[in-house]
């Protein structure tokens, strides 16, 4: 009896190479929306392995060489197995036999023989190839160059191997323009002529509803505040993949920010995205520092990869005070203000959870530069911020230790810099309800301390009948930022007893902080002292519950503050917060 090998043949095409290729590529990724079919990837032309006359066939993905499907080729078998099975047991059928199932079963087990000897190549060694064209098909408002710009890996494909994971990363990244509603991705063989190269064919399908909305609140330690936040977004409007986008936020400390902002994935002769954004900002700081401020602004994302950002920005900046009581040191900085900067951000962040990290390590650091006009009135100044997170796991109850430090210092540059103050606004200012473990953006949070509430203090000014009397000592303080700041935390999370809690994450920690800040502008540093910088630290210790969500950490925490300074806001007791990984 003839060997039953349609088992083999489906096994064979279900395993797994190493290096994770697979040879229904198509499994890996979700045929509802993008997919690279099996049955679509018709052949690839690489050299044989057996002898040199067959180097220039085709040894196809799919054992069928006319893409039948699986059913036409069971229905063959059946319809053999049923003339075998056809009469008695003891009654041989001494009917011709059909040459064209002869030869069509011939073709199956030749295509069956190039497909394991394909599996078995595909698993022991790497399988030469490179494309030969691209064709794209179904773009009727998207530029071809738009696409052709996200399937650039392809080009760059040397083997099989390489090929089918440069497939997988472009059609990820068409999904992530968010400008089609399915992408496909199909491989077939080269022209006959050039042996090993293959032809990509992309179909896609661009979307229909061009207007999305969405509505969220999040987290922005650098400003110490949470903001609610709508926009509306329109897709694809030039043709260039290009994202639109009008918002407004409200958030805590009466935040308000208007924008409108436009995103292109890839523009001709540029390397990376292009990111523009209009935007005016109003935050009330009146309650910490007697000052509000206002920003109208433009800034222009001139690189953005995986580690690397660099920002422009462009704005006139108000600072103002309502309440004419303001401390000598904010009255001298009210009105307005250029600003003219460069922001880089280098970041690496291996922890395996931005939410509850249990191993890993992350490095974050910033270089703010402003004053790059030469307006008397441009805001000039040297910024410098660096972030080191270390998870360290331990082995019992899924218990990991993190570890932080932080630390930043900002200068005035120019003309007798150092009798200069440095920008209000661009100051450390140290305290808030975030979590540091998560949060990955310089000095900034303290636990148990409030909102701008530690640091450099000045009293503010009175007005009696009219009367301004500066020498009157006031019972309420600005908290006027520092020049440098540093802070550092220790954090042990382990899993609670409890089943229930341990299947939704939910999980406790044990932490411990400090920090401190200082001025070091017009002439403060002749009385800056490193070991009375490092005895005047802050610290707080604290124990409570996380509850990790894919957007925020939840966390109730006990705080217990150990050491604070006479006009420090940190105050023992329980409290709610919650954070966002930056």
């Known amino acids: ?33 993008s997919s690279i079919s099996p049955t679509h990837v018709n052949c690839l032309r690489i050299p044989s392995m057996e002898n040199s006359d067959e180097r220039n066939e085709s040894l196809p993905f799919s054992p069928n060489p006319n893409n039948a499907d699986d059913d036409e080729i069971d229905e063959q078998e059946d319809e053999e197995e049923e003339e075998e099975d056809d009469g008695h047991d003891d009654v041989v059928s001494h009917e011709p036999y059909n040459r064209n199932d002869r030869s069509s079963l011939s073709s199956l087990h030749e295509q069956r023989l190039k497909l394991e000897a394909l599996s078995r190549r595909l698993a022991s060694e790497l399988v030469p190839i490179r494309v030969h064209d691209v064709l794209i098909r179904g773009n009727t408002k998207t530029k071809d160059w738009v696409i052709e710009a996200e399937l650039k890996l392809l080009q760059d494909a040397s083997t099989v191997q390489e090929l089918i994971r440069a497939s997988e990363i472009a059609l990820a990244r068409l999904r992530s323009l968010e400008i089609f509603e399915s992408t496909e991705l199909t491989l077939q063989a080269g022209p006959p002529e050039l042996p090993h190269t293959a032809n990509v064919i992309v179909d896609v399908v661009e979307t229909a509803n061009k207007v999305s909305g969405e509505f969220g609140v999040y987290t922005k330690p650098s400003t110490s505040s949470w903001t609610a936040e709508g926009g509306l977004k329109y897709k694809n409007l030039l043709g260039y993949g290009d994202l639109w986008d009008a918002s407004l936020a409200y958030g805590g400390n009466q935040a308000t920010e208007v924008s409108v902002g436009m995103f292109a994935p890839r523009l001709k002769g540029l390397l990376t995205p292009l990111v523009a954004r209009l935007s005016m900002l109003s935050q009330d700081w009146q309650e910490f520092s007697s000052y509000k401020e206002q920003l109208l602004g433009l800034s222009l994302g001139l690189i953005s990869t995986r580690h ?18 303001s401390s000598r040191s904010i009255r001298r900085q009210l009105g307005h203000g250029l600003l003219s900067s460069l922001k880089y951000t280098f970041k690496i962040d291996r922890r395996n959870s931005p939410i509850r990290p249990t191993s890993g390590y992350a490095f974050l650091s910033t270089t703010h530069f402003g004053g790059l006009t030469p307006d008397h009135r441009s805001l000039r100044f040297l910024r410098q911020e660096f972030d080191v997170r270390c998870a360290i796991p331990l082995p019992f109850y899924n218990t990991a230790l993190n570890l932080g430090i932080s630390a930043g210092a900002i200068f005035p540059w120019g003309h007798d810099f150092m009798n200069k103050p440095s920008p209000l606004p661009e100051r450390f200012y140290l305290g808030g309800d975030f979590s540091p473990v998560c949060t990955l953006g310089g000095p900034i949070t303290l636990w148990g301390f409030k909102t701008r509430g530690l640091g450099p203090t000045e009293p503010r000014r009175r007005i009696r009948n009219e009367i301004v009397d500066d020498n009157d000592d006031s019972s309420k303080r600005d908290f006027i930022g520092g020049d440098v700041a540093v802070t550092a935390f220790a954090d042990l999370s382990f899993d609670l007893p409890i089943r229930w809690l341990r299947n939704h994450g939910i999980h406790g920690h044990l932490f411990a902080g400090a920090g401190n800040t200082a001025k070091l502008t017009q002439y403060e540093y002749r009385r800056f002292s490193p070991r009375r910088f490092l ?35 940190g105050k023992t007791g329980f409290r709610f917060s919650f954070s966002a990984p930056s």
């Open 1 to 33: 009896m003839q060997q039953d090998w349609r088992s083999r043949l489906a096994l064979a095409r279900r395993e797994k190479f190493n290096r994770g290729v697979k040879m229904e590529v198509g499994a890996i990724v979700n045929p509802t929306h």
């Open 308 to 325: 690397h950002d660099l920002v422009y920005t462009l704005g006139w900046r108000t600072l103002t005070d309502p309440s004419q009581m």
């Open 535 to 569: 005895e005047s630290f802050r610290t707080s210790v604290g124990c409570g519950f996380v509850v990790p969500t894919k957007l925020f950490r939840l966390e109730g925490n006990f705080y217990h503050v150990l050491k604070q300074d006479e006009y420090d806001r």
